[in-house]
């Protein structure tokens, strides 16, 4: 971004306006609060028709350097660090096609805009579905899942979406529209560019399309629980799981705090999602209590339905996202309920992401969250600032250490995204 | 270049033992698994990642490129130095650094054969995924380089899926970390664009791989077809019905006769084709399993439908189909290993036609590939005595690659891109794909010093093959 424009000069809209025409409007005051991150508004919204108009969008932004924020269903659209300017809010929601849907394959290809829920719904149909289930499925896209790298428990079965995507078409920061991958399952021709995108939070460009490899639905599904004295003893039930050969979709391991936000018993939980055909289903509810009871749980038995998890957390919560190695999880869960005592966590008790939400005073918050971002990299993991009030971004970072050289990302981002106008700022590094 | 020079450096670096420069030495480096050859200058076995630094960072002062070669498997010419340079052989990078039960992980040194991780762990119930069929040979820096595959990735993904983190040597001789021992890392997933990269990117020094459970119960079962087009079509019926195996392969008519040669397992001789089915997971979920495949095979008019006794049995079945290239290597002097994708439910068509193919250019076919995946793995024998072979080879293999795009396929599902394709990049992707990808390649090798000539299309190039002159590895007897 020139100078001219970081130095808050505000470049002009009109050849934007001008190329696109009637998708472009002036945000109505109702919509703003919505739309703005941090107080920061955008000054226009623009709602590309096709891959071309987004395309055009880009190149025009870059030429005359307007901040770009993609959005889908602005459900985290909060997430990362302050923009540091919005000019354009480029809302993908019109581009929600089913490009091609192949059942037989287990495939299927959509546009970025299309909302999970509607995938699911299409999916369903053929006893099939994308084995995801992130935060806010109602609202959520594809797009958005993909930048932010959505996921929830059932990673530990099928893996998350750097594994279920196949191929992208997306449009790079300068206008460039290139795809990646195909419809095929297996794919190794050339460079695999659909990593790049994927939680890469809209800084490098747009994805504009998205390929799946999908799954059959489980026939049967069921849920074990158990709760246990501590954290020590849940994750040790947990670990145990992890190194047992059964058809676990996931598993939930719920603080006293979480639990008791979620409207269960204050103690800690672990909850087991079990997938495959009744009679595999059936036997691992009943082996279950033998399992948990052997890592010293004060009970275990059946649950009738998944704990409502997805969404806990109220609005003015700190939300802090860690990811462990799995044998990692105890001691920065400790460390959390005695720091933090007033915030609950979830932890993805078989791939070792922990989320953790509660009231966080700005005084104390800083100091507490660098203190636990340094306990979680000692122990060969990472924390995030999921959430946050702009005072509390403003005096920590975000992101925290990125996991590879920042030069090498930089050198990414510059390369895809030359101008520096897709969410400038917000990713790591002020990437 | 000042190859004495230069060799000098690189024997201050590793000592005298790790220098390789003799004519007869370099002739022996010049193969891999494919069909394309060509020698470096120098090839230098380095011991650690400082080593591996410290020659990346000669090379760049000499304006040398720099190959890494993994075991020489590769089928498609990766670790070939085209251009001549430094091949940097990890075979003394072998060590099995930390196996980390707790975390679920293991940490590798690039050299380490696929197999030998599995082994290490196997007596934890634990397993290394990926399962190349050259896995006896190959290595897993190899495998990242080409983002392996293997008969049992349909249902547990292939390498890049367990594949968390690396240790890279970049162009610039820094030795950095990408991804780790966790999941979700903050920034771009370097790990990811680096895994099948073909060592274009950087040399990988250190690898963190996922750890898996075995399963509980295994059941293997081979069904017997009277035609490859039967048995596609219960390939396509079995993934359409939405049930996915651990492994579903299949060997056609002449791929079984060589194999029951070299394995005497018993194999129907009279068989158009066999699928090799397996099933894993708890008891109850696989005999459910079991029921259904069979019902789907009888629809299509299965000949039999036999199920492995034992473990002997079932080691007995997959050696066949792990040691089948080999195998044929015994009925021509020479064969040529392709490796498309297509859509599983064209399967049947696709077939008929790489058999028609085959035929207008008078060339002996097997089939012996991963079903359940669409990747083929049409083989083509030949006699490079015989002067106009190797045309015809080449050409009915671009024949076979744009079969593969006309129904949305990919040119290659495991063995990559390397030299052999680079030219038919041109029939998958347009102009703007290719400088995206060559984007990437600027951010992390502007100076193109990781081996060049790979990947891209060759200037001009627009879907044809070249006729190059051909030397062949014939795999014959290899062990595999
Ligand atoms: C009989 C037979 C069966 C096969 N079956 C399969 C199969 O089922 N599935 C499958 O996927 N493949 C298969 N292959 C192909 C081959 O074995 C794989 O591609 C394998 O991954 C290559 O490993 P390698 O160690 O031999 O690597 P090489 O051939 O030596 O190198 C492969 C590529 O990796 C790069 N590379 C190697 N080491 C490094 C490093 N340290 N850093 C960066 N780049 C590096 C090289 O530059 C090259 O581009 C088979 C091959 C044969 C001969």
Not at chain 1, 41 to 68: D, H, K, N, T, Y
Not at chain 2, 35 to 44: E, L
Not at chain 2, 335 to 347: C, T
Not at chain 2, 422 to 440: G, N, S, T, V, Y
């Amino acid at each position: 971004m020139s100078a001219a424009t970081e130095a808050g000069v505000q470049p002009s809209l009109a050849p934007l306006a001008d190329a696109l025409g009637a998708a472009c409007r002036e945000p109505s005051p109702d919509e703003l609060a919505a739309l703005a991150i941090h107080g920061i508004r955008p000054r226009l919204v623009c709602v590309p028709q096709s891959v071309a108009e987004v395309s055009a969008a880009l190149r025009v932004a870059g030429a005359a350097g307007l901040a770009i924020i993609p959005a889908g269903g602005l459900t985290q659209l909060g997430l990362g660090a302050p923009p540091r300017r919005s000019d354009v809010l480029l809302d993908l929601r019109a581009l929600a096609a089913v490009v091609e849907y192949a059942p037989e394959d287990l495939t299927a290809t959509v546009q970025a805009g299309m909302r999970l829920v509607d995938l699911r719904r299409l999916l369903a149909e053929r006893g099939q579905f994308l084995p995801l289930n992130p935060p806010l499925p109602d609202d959520a896209t594809v797009g958005g899942i993909l930048a932010t790298n959505a996921h929830g428990s059932w990673r530990a079965r099928y893996g998350a979406l750097r594994d279920l995507l196949i191929g992208s078409r997306v449009v790079h920061g300068d206008g460039l529209v290139s795809h990646s991958g195909g419809k095929v399952v297996k794919n190794v021709a050339g460079y695999d560019l659909n990593k790049a995108w994927v939680g890469s939070l809209g800084t490098l460009g747009v994805v504009v399309e998205a390929t799946f490899k999908l799954q059959p639905l489980p026939a049967a599904r069921g849920w074990s629980e158990a709760a246990f004295a501590d954290v020590a003893a849940a994750v040790g039930a947990a670990g145990r799981l992890a190194r047992a050969p059964l058809p676990y979709l996931g598993a939930e391991l719920l603080t006293p705090r979480a639990a008791a936000a979620v409207g269960l018993a204050a103690e800690h939980l672990l909850v087991v999602e079990w997938g495959g055909p009744a009679a595999a289903v059936a036997r691992c509810q009943r082996e279950w209590p033998a399992l948990a009871h052997a890592a010293e749980a004060r009970r275990a038995g059946d649950r009738q339905a998944a704990p409502p998890t997805a969404t806990w957390g109220s609005a003015d919560e700190v939300v802090l996202r860690a990811s462990l190695p799995l044998g990692h999880v105890v001691p920065l869960l400790a460390e959390l309920e005695s720091q933090w005592p007033a915030a609950g966590a979830v932890a993805q008790a078989l791939t070792g992401t922990i989320r953790a939400a509660g009231p966080l005073e700005l005084g104390p918050g800083a100091p507490l969250v660098r203190h636990l971002r340094g306990f979680a990299t000692a122990l060969g993991g990472w924390l995030v600032v999921e959430r946050a009030p702009l005072a509390l971004k403003e005096q920590v970072d975000v992101w925290g250490p990125p996991a590879g050289p920042l030069e090498l990302m930089r050198r990414l981002k510059q390369a895809f995204d030359p101008a520096g106008i897709m969410n400038h700022g917000r990713f790591v590094g002020g990437l | 270049m000042d190859r004495r020079e230069l060799v000098r450096e690189l024997v201050a670096v590793v000592g005298q033992d790790g220098v390789l420069a003799s004519d007869y030495d370099l002739l022996l480096y010049q193969y891999d698994g494919s069909i394309d050859t060509a020698r470096p200058d120098v090839v230098v076995l380095p011991r650690s990642a400082e080593q591996v630094a410290a020659i990346v960072r000669l090379a760049g002062v000499h304006g040398v490129p720099v190959v890494a070669r993994g075991a020489g498997t590769g089928l498609s010419g990766g670790c070939i130095p085209v251009a001549g340079g430094i091949l940097l052989g990890f075979a003394r990078m072998n060590r099995i650094v930390e196996i980390d039960l707790p975390d679920l992980r293991a940490v590798v040194e690039p050299g380490v054969v696929n197999l030998h991780l599995s082994q290490a762990v196997a007596h934890e119930r634990l397993q290394y995924v990926p399962d190349p069929s050259s896995q006896k040979a190959c290595t897993i820096g190899g495998n990242v380089g080409e983002n392996a595959g293997g008969p049992h990735t349909l249902a547990y993904g292939v390498t890049t899926n367990h594949v968390l983190g690396l240790e890279l040597v970049t162009a610039e001789g820094e030795i950095v970390q990408v991804g780790g021992r966790a999941l979700d890392g903050p920034g771009y997933d370097l790990t990811g664009l680096l895994v099948g990269s073909e060592g274009t990117l950087g040399v990988v020094t250190k690898i963190i791989v996922r750890l898996a459970p075995l399963p509980e119960a295994v059941k293997t079962l081979l069904a017997v077809f009277e035609s490859v087009r039967k048995a596609s079509e219960a390939v396509s019926r079995i993934i359409g019905a939405g049930v996915v195996p651990a492994a579903l392969e299949m060997m056609d008519a002449v791929t079984l006769r060589a194999v029951e040669e070299a394995t005497h397992f018993g194999y129907p001789m009279d068989a158009g084709a066999v699928l090799i089915i397996e099933l894993e997971g708890l008891r109850e979920a696989i005999e459910e399993q079991a029921e259904q495949v069979g019902a789907l095979c009888r629809e299509v008019g299965v000949l039999d439908l036999r199920v492995a006794r034992d473990d002997r049995e079932r080691a007995l079945l997959w050696k066949g189909r792990k040691e089948a290239f080999g195998a044929l290597g015994r009925l021509c002097p020479e064969y040529y290993v392709m490796d498309g994708v297509v859509p599983r439910s064209k399967l049947p068509e696709v077939l008929d036609e790489i058999t028609a193919i085959a035929e207008r250019y008078g060339l002996r076919l097997a089939n012996v590939f991963h079903a359940g995946d669409g990747n083929l793995h049409p083989l083509l024998m030949f006699d490079s005595d015989d002067p106009t072979a190797e045309q015809r080879v080449r050409e009915a293999g671009a024949e076979v690659l744009r079969v593969c795009a006309a129904v949305g396929g990919s040119p290659t599902g495991e063995h990559g891109i390397g030299v052999e394709k680079r030219d038919l990049m041109p029939l998958f992707f347009d102009d703007a794909d290719i400088e995206a990808m060559k984007r990437l390649k600027a951010v992390f090798d502007p100076d193109e010093r990781f081996n060049p000539g790979k990947i891209f299309p060759t200037p001009g190039a627009c879907g044809e093959l070249k006729p190059r002159s051909v030397s062949v590895a014939s795999l014959a007897g290899g062990g595999w």
